[in-house]
T-cell receptor
């Protein structure tokens, strides 16, 4: 079993809809939680960075962390075709030197 | 602010050969990490360098080695290339004082034939 599980998708939504993404994990030592966006054949781009449990909002993006359930989420409001990409969740322990990634969810926003 | 840069962009090597990939960290960052991303998968941690020393290593064999230079740039060396080494190699830079917040470069796509 992988340390971080993420549904590979693809997740197809109409433009303007809310995109809901999530990851589950098994390692209770994880304390830092990140979401990255990766376009085809490009490097991952950091979208959200969260420490411990709680919510964080940045523009159209909201990240939620529930450490008791070992479950994290990313919501994208008012989705645009330019949001079409693979979204990767990543986590690290207190040392923060090693990121453990999920396999990524491919998202397609249709005009 | 200069982002993370990597060279070369693409590389084709033959099984058994050796390869060196290069990375320049983001301005102000003192830590460099390397990841391997196979097609359709999430990145896998290879190792991290801080103050020119290895600061953590993933489940990769010793033929994967690295260096960090005083200007915080870094190299990834892979000896005795195998077909399964074909992947996107990603470099990420960060500040050791901000755990987990890593910024990635565009990657080097390595093909081993």
């Amino acid at each position: 079993q992988k340390e971080v599980e993420q549904d590979p998708g693809p997740l197809s939504v109409p433009e303007g809809a809310i995109v809901s993404l999530n990851c589950t994990y098994s390692n209770s030592a994880f304390q830092y939680f990140m979401w990255y966006r990766q376009y085809s054949r490009k490097g991952p781009e950091l979208l959200m960075y969260t420490y411990s449990s709680g919510n964080k909002e940045d523009g159209r993006f909201t990240a939620q962390v529930d450490k008791s359930s070992k479950y994290i989420s990313l919501f994208i409001r008012d989705s645009q075709p330019s949001d079409s990409a693979t979204y990767l969740c990543a986590m690290s322990d207190a040392a923060g030197n090693k990121l453990t990634f999920g396999g990524g969810t491919r998202v397609l926003v249709k005009p | 602010e200069t982002g993370v840069t990597q060279s070369p962009t693409h590389l084709i090597k033959t099984r058994g050969q050796q390869v060196t990939l290069r990375c320049s960290s983001q301005s102000g960052h003192n830590t460099v990490s390397w990841y391997q991303q196979a097609l359709g998968q999430g990145p896998q941690f290879i190792f991290q360098y801080y103050r020119e020393e290895e600061n953590g290593r993933g489940n990769f064999p010793p033929r994967f080695s690295g260096l960090q230079f005083p200007n915080y740039s870094s190299e990834l060396n892979v000896n005795a290339l195998e077909l399964d080494d074909s992947a996107l190699y990603l470099c990420a830079s960060s500040l050791v004082a901000i755990p987990g917040e890593q910024y990635f470069g565009p990657g080097t796509r390595l093909t081993v034939t």
